[in-house]
Structures are given as structure tokens and as C-alpha cells.
């Protein structure tokens, strides 16, 4: 089975400072990844995807940007947060044709002071 | 691009009443398939229901969604609401143009509350 893995569970970080979020994948070969945020009360919104290692795409500009390291990894990063930065960040998956399915990781909480 | 309207921000229902949350869309790519997600407190969300099917019912947990893409529609119906139904609901569309790849565009998403 697969199971996804995102750290840390929760930030609370300060305006200008640098950020790093993670996730994981287990038990699934060549998936494609995805970073999602979302506000307190609003709506989930595609920030990045990545078909393969090395390639990723931006989906929306919130001066974020994203890696993928390695087939099971995927990294959300800024060197300087700003405020509307806070939200919950979610990493999700989708695999071989599976009518669009994405499945979500558990996410990180992110409070920017 | 394509879009997804939730008219309800939050919808209360008292237990053992029909609920539906209302879901339309609109589409000008390749859409692939619909769903419902659901997302309980401080939870991630996870899919409910999915349909790629039109006039085709489709079922899960009590609840059901029948597509209509006469009407763009994807309305989320249960016939008895629980206490534990009570969490916020996403209507989403995937559209992508590969067979593996799909970006989901969610609507506002509507809390639903069930109250004794």
C-alpha cells in the first residue's frame, strides 16, 4: 500500500525567515506529485506539479518554489516568508491512469508571525 | 480555464433530514473526471466520490452524485445526515491531457453541519 509522509506536522515561523516542507511517498514507482495550499477556511489551490525527478511545474506564483529531488520526494521552499504565506500545505499524489484521483498526505501547518 | 461553484459556504442540517450541496461547473479542456472530496477537522481531504459517467449515479457511504453534463452539474446528495457527516465538502474537476497526469480545480468547498 502507499502512503504518503509530510514533515513537519507544523511551523510557526517568522516574516523573512527561509522554509522547507517535505513529503514522501512509499509504495508507488514514478508518481506524480502535487503541492496544494490552503487558507484558513478557503479553498484547496494546485501550486506545483512534477511528472518525473528534476522536472517541475508552477501552477500559481506565491513566491514559492519546488524540487523534486528524488522519485519519492517533493520539496516546497521560499528563502523569505511573508504573512499570507500561513495556510496548510498539502502534498498529494496520483499514480498509473486513475481518472484524475489524487491522494492527500496528512499536511503541515504553517503559521507565519 | 475551467471552474467549479459551490453556492453554499456552509450548509446545517438537523440529523436524519436529506442534505444536498449544490456543485456546477465549467469546463473548456479536457475534463477528465468529477469528484466530491470531504474533509474532516484538521484532516486531509479525501475523495468521497467520482464520476466520469453522465446521468450516471454514483455512491459511496450513504451518499450519491449523479453527473449531468446537460446542466453541468455534480450535486451531492444523502438522504439521512449523521453527526459524523459534519466536516467541509469539496466538489472538484480533474482536466489534464496525458492518461496520468490530472490537475484537480476545486470549488470553494461548503461546510456542512449536522446538528442533534
Known amino acids: 500500500a502507499q502512503t504518503i509522509h509530510q514533515w513537519p506536522v507544523a511551523e510557526i515561523k517568522a516574516v523573512g525567515s527561509p522554509l522547507s516542507l517535505g513529503c514522501t511517498i512509499k509504495?508507488?514507482?514514478?508518481?506524480?506529485l502535487y503541492w496544494y495550499w490552503q487558507a484558513t477556511g478557503g479553498t484547496l489551490q494546485q501550486l506545483f506539479y512534477?511528472?518525473?525527478?528534476g522536472q517541475v511545474e508552477s501552477v500559481v506564483q506565491l513566491n514559492l518554489s519546488a524540487s523534486r529531488p528524488k522519485d519519492d520526494q517533493f520539496i516546497l521552499s521560499t528563502e523569505k516568508l511573508l504573512l499570507s504565506h500561513s495556510g496548510f500545505y498539502l502534498c498529494?499524489?496520483?499514480?498509473?491512469w486513475g481518472g484524475g484521483e489524487q491522494y492527500f498526505g496528512p499536511g503541515t501547518r504553517l503559521t507565519v508571525l | 480555464g475551467d471552474s467549479v461553484t459551490q453556492t453554499e459556504g456552509l450548509v446545517t442540517v438537523t440529523e436524519g433530514l436529506p442534505v444536498k450541496l449544490n456543485c456546477t461547473y465549467q469546463?473548456?479542456?479536457?475534463?477528465?473526471?468529477f469528484f466530491w472530496y470531504v474533509q474532516y477537522l484538521n484532516e486531509a481531504p479525501q475523495v468521497l466520490l467520482k464520476?466520469?459517467?453522465?446521468?450516471k449515479r454514483t455512491e459511496h457511504q450513504g451518499f450519491h452524485a449523479t453527473l449531468h453534463k446537460s446542466s453541468s452539474s455534480f450535486h451531492l446528495q444523502k438522504s439521512s445526515a449523521q453527526l459524523s457527516d459534519s466536516a467541509l465538502y469539496y466538489c472538484?474537476?480533474?482536466?489534464?491531457?496525458?492518461?496520468?497526469?490530472?490537475?484537480?480545480?476545486f470549488g470553494q468547498g461548503t461546510s456542512l453541519s449536522v446538528v442533534p
Open positions: 469546463t473548456t479542456y479536457l475534463t477528465i473526471a
Open positions: 512534477s511528472i518525473t525527478v
Open positions: 472538484a474537476l480533474s482536466e489534464g491531457t496525458s492518461s496520468s497526469f490530472s490537475k484537480l480545480v
Open positions: 464520476s466520469s459517467t453522465d446521468n
Open positions: 509504495g508507488k514507482s514514478s508518481p506524480n
Open positions: 498529494a499524489w496520483s499514480g498509473d
